[in-house]
């Protein structure tokens, strides 16, 4: 018989252990151990065990669902109008046996009661609350395409796609910046400055992005020393030591709107991964917007190539 319960402090080292027998993923950090889910997870100050719904055989853990909400307005408390079920996962011989719906329902309606209108599966930024470093890549993409089994769990109880995030990878081997004219004239009226460990900008920042290692690169004018252009990147880890390749992700890129299409954001970001590669990532991962053409152009000129996508999935309460 499966008993379904909320979390308790002797739960780790099951949760782990379910997570470690699942069938090898591009997103999914391995091996996982009970010291990670209590770093990334457990020690968040928004953590509710209620939320984390186990599901027990005897005395044996055989899956879970993480229901979280993502953030006000502001970024400075939790808001609970928007509902996400972080992950569903199951032990890999227990599967196929219905444990995943279950899991999925009680997360739902864990969220439900808590005041949400609007569902979502996997976690898309701003609504990344846990598992940054664990799963995705440089960002919490929705639901990947490499997890077929996920994506078709949620889309059997009626999330429906609103869009979708292209994960793109680039080789920082040997890389030098393209400099054209354009890029030659930049550098001339431009100053680049390197912040590292930037201070967050809001309470949501600081739990779910200040904890990791990050680099901020932002493009000033020499005249008027004001921010033309920032990119931030944070060391993906501990998942990109499951591809060892040591890799930076771009978690934010910012071009100031009256200075768009002007090559701006292509000389910035051609000097960050000129940056990194000297620092030691072996590669980069960005996710992008599919249905940004514009931006994905500006990508693939500088050698990034996709690797997978995700599926921003949502279901109206």
């Given amino acids: 018989m499966i008993v379904y319960r909320p979390f308790r402090n002797t739960d780790p080292p099951g949760l782990a252990e379910i997570w470690r027998t699942q069938a090898p993923e591009r997103g999914l950090a391995q091996p996982m151990s009970a010291a990670l889910i209590e770093a990334h997870v457990l020690a968040k100050p928004y953590f509710e065990r209620q939320a984390l719904i186990v599901a027990e055989q005897g005395s044996e853990l055989v899956g879970f669902a993480h229901a979280a909400f993502g953030p006000n307005a502001a970024g400075t408390d939790i808001d609970t109008h928007l509902g996400v079920t972080c992950l569903v996962m199951v032990r890999a011989s227990h599967q196929r046996q219905g444990i995943g719906a279950q899991l999925l329902e009680h997360s739902e309606r864990y969220l439900c009661r808590h005041g949400a209108r609007t569902l979502l599966a996997g976690g898309i930024s701003p609504n990344h609350a846990f598992y940054l470093g664990l799963y995705g890549g440089s960002g919490l993409p929705g639901v990947l395409a490499s997890a077929p089994r996920a994506e078709k769990l949620f889309r059997s109880h009626g999330y429906r796609e609103l869009r979708q995030i292209c994960v793109l990878h680039r080789d920082l081997a040997g890389f030098r910046p393209v400099f054209d004219r354009t890029h030659v004239q930049i550098r001339r009226r431009t100053l680049l400055q390197v912040e590292y460990d930037p201070l967050p900008a ?57 200075l768009r299409r002007q090559g701006l954001g292509s000389y910035l970001l051609g000097e960050a991964l000129h940056a990194l590669a000297r620092q030691g990532f072996a590669m980069v991962e960005a996710q992008l917007p599919a249905d940004q053409p514009g931006l994905m152009s500006l990508f693939h000129r500088l050698g990034f190539i996709q690797v997978d996508v995700g599926y921003v999935l949502q279901k109206d309460v």
């Fill in 202 to 258: 809001t309470w949501w920042e600081a739990c779910t992005e200040a904890p990791f290692e990050r680099t901020r690169f932002t493009l000033q004018s020499r005249d008027a020393q004001t921010p033309m252009a920032t990119a931030t990147f944070w060391d993906i880890q501990p998942l990109s030591q499951s591809w060892g390749v040591l890799t930076a992700g771009l978690s934010h890129l910012h071009v100031a709107p009256p």
